[in-house]
């Protein structure tokens, strides 16, 4: 082959780029906004409940339609993106999402409260979906893995929203303090959505049912969430109850869960285009079983807490990675194949704490996380059947 071709070929390859680097920022917006959101809503949580005078009881009900709204979205966002693409869908579900985040600080009851959250938890899955399918087509385009550090950008943007936020509820009423945050995401996400990918596919219709393939990579995903969902709601229970670690330390065991998962992120893209998804997700998924090893066989708080570190690393890049090659399903059924991973990993997260609380109910706290140990094994083993070696 001449040098002239090879010189034509780079410089086609540096064009196409362009676009595909554009759109990987405003992506990157996408993902910030979606976790800065919930990082904000998380802090007003309790003050919710107080102003409304919920019982534990009324608020898991108003949580649990906006786990409805969220599941029955991502069912739909298969065919709505396959009919407008990505690029249209992210935008108008960050501005829906960023735009209700102020009014469950404004509603006057509970039956208010529990439609706003249906909407809420609506915008948010439809917004998760579309923003994923998003980062896959900008990482095919781009030639190389990103998938991770997109996450990484949500885990840190959920990290922002809470300090953010719990930083300006003394200073503000809630709804202002939503309102500003919210402001500010709009504006930084409304600066870079001109240069999301263009990806209609042409195709509609109803919804299609997830191909053998497919159902492998959200049932690990429902795995590796499930895990995650886990450890937030059992780990400080653990160090308390379990080992105890004082009520003032007892949180930092999902805190540096998040941060060592953050980090994971921020590296993983390197560590894929290295090695290939199915060796990072495998050796991630032995990594985490490990870590709760450490927490189980440790002895101490101080064990136990660098064991949910350990564990928050090993599954930083397994859900990217999953996504990843959801996205990269052929036959224009990448829309529809996110969407279904997606939702099988939301699942996942609702399922995840209430079944470690049964097991723990019925034999104890440390056996719900050997069982979570067990999870990550099985990821670990079906890693080369789910993923392809290279990118």
């Known amino acids: 082959m001449s040098d002239d071709t090879l010189t034509e070929r780079t410089e086609r390859r540096r064009a196409a780029s362009g676009p595909a680097n554009a759109a990987r920022w405003a992506t990157v917006a996408a993902f910030f906004l979606n976790g800065t959101v919930f990082g904000v809503w998380a802090t007003q949580i309790p003050l919710l409940k107080n102003r409304l005078d919920l019982s534990a009881a009324v608020l898991g009900v108003a949580l649990l339609f906006l786990a409805a709204g969220a599941l029955t979205a991502m069912v739909a966002s298969g065919p709505l993106l396959s009919r407008l693409g990505s690029a249209p869908v992210t935008r108008v579900t960050a501005l829906l999402f960023a735009a209700l985040l102020p009014l469950p600080a404004l509603v006057p009851d509970v039956p208010a409260l529990c439609l706003v959250l249906a909407l809420f938890g609506a915008a948010g899955g439809t917004m998760d979906v579309a923003m994923n399918a998003q980062g896959a087509l900008v990482e095919r385009r781009l030639g190389r893995p990103i998938m991770s550090s997109l996450h990484g950008m949500w885990s840190l943007g959920g990290l922002a929203g809470a300090a953010l936020g719990g930083l300006l509820l003394p200073l503000m009423p809630a709804a202002a303090q939503a309102g500003l945050v919210s402001a500010a995401l709009l504006v930084l996400f409304l600066a870079l959505q001109g240069r999301l990918l263009p990806d ?118 397994v859900v990217p990675v999953l996504f990843s090659t959801a996205g990269a399903v052929e036959g224009g059924r990448a829309d529809h194949a996110v969407a279904a991973v997606s939702t099988m990993g939301y699942a996942g997260v609702l399922a995840g704490p209430p079944l470690v609380g049964f097991i723990a109910q019925a034999t104890s706290l440390a056996t719900a996380f050997a069982l979570i140990a067990l999870l990550a094994l099985v990821q670990a083993a079906a890693a080369a059947r789910a993923v392809p070696p290279r990118h």
Do not use: K, Y
Request: proline share 3%; charged share 15%; aromatic share 6%.
């Open 200 to 317: 209609r596919s042409g195709g509609g219709g109803g919804l299609v049912l997830p191909d053998r393939r497919t159902l492998l990579l959200g049932t690990l995903a429902a795995l590796s969430f499930m895990s995650e969902g886990a450890i937030l709601d059992w780990s400080a229970i653990h160090l308390r109850d379990d080992l105890g670690a004082p009520q003032s330390l007892a949180g930092l065991g999902f805190g540096l869960f998040c941060a060592a998962m953050a980090a994971g992120r921020f590296s993983g893209d390197r560590l894929r285009q290295r090695f290939g998804g199915a060796t990072l997700m495998r050796s991630g998924a032995v990594v985490a079983a490990a870590g709760l090893g450490l927490v189980l066989l440790g002895g101490s708080p101080l064990a136990a807490m660098i064991g949910f570190g350990v564990t928050g690393l090993g599954l930083s890049n």
